[in-house]
């Protein structure tokens, strides 16, 4: 069993019923149990500055899946959810899956790069990441708590608590 740590996030439509959606079809990956679910939070867009901001959270997911197919099954959800891939990089969207971790694997492939290329530095990914588990060590960079703190003062501004999803 692996633990994959998955980041969540929506800013098109009903983005907290998008994510408990999502997080209630996490539960039905095959070989899985979601073990836990972040505080879910309001965080300013980065890239594409012009848009709503986005809810973001991070589940926990307990898996026999091997990372590839456990990505197809995130690929999925996001179909099934609506995501259609004509936005912009760093655009808007229905829903965003993300497999952040898996263990402490690393990997880089045409398909897969774990750990997730730049969740060492994305204060929306790292603060709800911390709820759950600070002292993650994120290959290649460090614990979980330590790269939120590193983070310059303005990558949290804006960032709002917006409390628990449904599905917690």
């Not at 990372?67 to 004509?86: A, N, S, T, Y």
């Not at 990558?155 to 999803?165: K, Y």
Request: proline share 10%; glycine share 6%; aromatic share 4%.
């Amino acid at each position: 069993m692996s633990l994959a740590w998955i980041g969540l996030g929506a800013n098109l439509g009903r983005p907290k019923s998008t994510l408990e959606t999502a997080l209630q079809a996490l539960e039905l990956v095959p070989s899985s149990r979601l073990l836990s679910v972040s505080p879910a939070y309001w965080t300013p867009p980065w890239g594409v500055l012009d848009q709503p901001d986005f809810l973001n959270a991070v589940a926990c997911l307990q898996t026999q899946q091997p990372p590839v197919d456990l990505l197809q099954f995130l690929l999925d959800i996001e179909r099934h959810l609506g995501r259609m891939r004509d936005h912009p990089r760093w655009g808007p969207r229905e829903i965003d899956l993300d497999l952040l971790m898996v263990d402490d694997r690393v990997e880089d492939s045409a398909s897969l790069t774990l750990p997730h290329p730049r969740l060492h530095e994305r204060a929306f990914v790292l603060l709800p990441l911390s709820d759950l588990a600070p002292a993650l060590e994120v290959p290649g960079h460090g614990a979980v708590s330590d790269l939120l703190e590193a983070l310059p003062e303005e990558a949290l501004d804006g960032i709002r608590a917006a409390g628990h999803l449904a599905s917690q």
